[in-house]
């Protein structure tokens, strides 16, 4: 059986609710109408054979309506056909089930797109922040996040000194002689003779 | 009429309430452990936090995100050909295998993933078998050196070397080699390169053949790692689970042979398996995987179209204008490829809207780029689909009943890398 004909197999099943299977590069999408129903779409597509969860991820369609499309890649490892399903959900509702229960690889993804995008889960026993650390207030992989970043409350993790530009122990010294004599490794402690035929890196200054 | 009884019979699990129960003033109070994110056998900045009873885990939480670097956000904000040096940071210990991956993901959004030149394909598959093995000796080596064997670590090093001069001998970069472009590569081998990797493959036969000696039949090796981090084919699949850790829990699938891609078909290779699924056998497979790796490699050397010096100046980028840049003296005597450059610079390769996503079968397992594009030069979204990160979910449900000295062993079977697994 193609992925095409099981992607009709599972328009036929849940009718109007799903719209007609698009290719595109060779692979199979199905759109669903309704986010309510991904849980029931994904048990049925498990039980005729996609047995594994490639991944789920989410694009934020920003100035749309609606706002979030997530999308499921799902797998047969037996027949190694891939499909794609595909819904929609609104930026009110921002909400939809989680299909941990078929699979159990979707607790991290689940918990990945609630931390970057902000969708929530219904029914994730444990929707947590994955990546960004607990209490960070913001979804950064939305388009209304700038690309810079925002400041936040929390302090600074690390606080370290600029690195010194002029004689600390590991910066090339600008000068017009060679690599070989520009490398850090080859200047002497200080009080030791210096073997350097370039006199300009005397004192770790250019004169 | 037999009057009814009732019998007393307590299943095992209500016994083991029952006993439970009964020993709880005996038994200490449970300890939380935290171990990472800079300890040196989570290889990178994972965190754990065990919980304990005695030197039995109880329960494992994982903790990752230390080196998020939002990859994801960075690739929708520059063109196509821009993200090429950021996959080298993601699995960084198979770049040359990331660049190939990324550059397919996009070819196929483009249409043209089944129309590369034959010399491209031939390249970008034993760049990616030079980084399947480099990344196994690698993983090898750490997963030796955390379970008591250094020796290894040592041999496994001085190989990798070599395969960091084959690197820098085709792209001038020892590890962030970004060697492919969107549509080909970014130079043809140099004339030597063939030989190097004939040369690197009879000494590396000798020196996996000296690992082996060391490890496959080792008492201690085979004690510490035997029965331990067993998972089953089921489980393994539910986990979604790929790469060598999927075909240690004896599930046949491999992307090279179960969605072929570039020249693979052509090539003959075995895929290896393991029965049980615990450490051992991931072990055992990522062995095979080598040796695998070393017969494609060659018969890489021997059939790589106009052979090891191109004399037959096979191209090893796609023609078009559209996608490549043209040659340097053309962009300065010629037009039309002026404008294709500046295009092409300036804004970018201009891909079809659509959506498509593709998985290549990496060192640690499938790595997938899904590519959301609206048009232009810029992805609209670029998911990745990192093997570590979802190796690495298992964790929870696999630590648990072990001793704590078992983590690193358990850690290095399922060789992930955070750069990865974070993004």
Known sequence: MSALESANKIKAKFGDLIAEPTEFRGEITLKLADAEKIFDVCRFAKSIGFDYLVDICSVDNYGEDPRWTVIYHLRGVANGQDLRIKTDVSEEKSELPSVLPIWRTANWHEREVYDLMGIRFSGHPDLRRILMWEGYPYHPLRKDFPLAGKPTDLPGVAFTKVTPMEGGPFVTLPSSSDSIAREPRVRVPEGAERAVSDQRLIDGKLK | ?423
């Not at chain 2, 990859?71 to 660049?99: C, G, H, S, V, W």
């Not at chain 2, 093995?133 to 290894?152: K, N, P, R, W």
Request: net charge negative; proline share 5%; hydrophobic share 40%.
């Open chain 2, 1 to 423: 009429m037999a009057q009814v009884q009732d019998i007393e019979i307590r299943d095992s699990a209500a016994l083991t309430a029952a006993a439970a129960e009964e020993l709880q003033d005996v038994q200490g109070e449970k300890m939380v452990l935290n171990m990472g994110p800079s300890h040196p056998a989570t290889h990178g900045v994972l965190r754990i936090v065990l919980e304990l009873d005695g030197e039995v885990i109880t329960k494992a939480d994982p903790d990752v995100g230390y080196l998020h670097r939002g990859d994801e956000k960075i690739a929708e904000n520059m063109t196509y050909t821009q993200f090429i040096p950021y996959t080298d940071r993601l699995d960084y210990l198979a770049p040359l295998a990331n660049n190939v991956a990324y550059a397919l993901a996009v070819e196929k959004l483009l249409g043209i993933h089944d129309k590369l030149p034959p010399r491209c394909q031939y390249i970008r598959v034993m760049c990616a078998e030079l980084a399947r093995i480099s990344s196994h000796l690698l993983g090898l080596g750490a997963f030796a050196m955390d379970t008591g064997a250094v020796t290894v670590f040592l041999l496994t090093f001085t190989e990798r070397e070599k395969i960091y001069n084959i690197a820098e001998a085709a792209s001038g970069a020892r590890l962030t080699n970004s060697y492919t472009r969107i549509g080909g590569l970014m130079r043809d081998v140099p004339p030597n390169w063939v030989d190097m990797i004939r040369v690197f493959l009879k000494e590396f036969a000798v020196a996996l053949d000296e690992a082996n000696t060391l490890l496959t039949r080792n008492r201690i090796w085979v004690d510490r790692l035997r029965d331990l981090g067993v998972v089953s084919k089921e489980m393994a699949i539910d986990y979604a689970l790929s790469g060598p850790n999927l075909r240690g829990s004896g599930v046949e699938f491999d992307l090279r042979k179960n969605q072929p891609y570039l020249c693979y078909k052509d090539l003959d290779f075995d895929i290896a398996v393991g029965s049980t699924g615990d450490c051992y056998d991931r072990y055992l497979v990522r062995m095979e995987e080598m040796k695998q790796s070393m017969r494609i490699l060659e018969q890489c050397c021997n059939k790589i179209p106009g052979g090891a010096e191109n004399k037959s100046h096979e191209p090893v980028s796609i023609q078009d204008g559209k996608i490549t840049l043209p040659s340097k003296q053309k962009v300065l005597t010629s037009m039309e490829e002026l404008i294709h450059q500046f295009m092409l610079v300036t804004e970018g390769i201009n891909c079809p809207p659509g959506e498509t996503y593709f998985g290549h079968e990496n060192p640690k397992g499938e790595l997938g780029f899904y590519i959301n594009s609206k048009g232009g030069g810029t992805p609209n979204r670029l998911k990745i689909r990192a093997p570590s990160f979802i190796n690495l979910s298992i964790l929870g449900e696999l630590l648990p009943g072990c001793m704590i000295s078992d983590v690193p062993v358990v850690l290095g079977s399922l060789d992930f890398v955070m750069g990865e697994s974070d993004r």
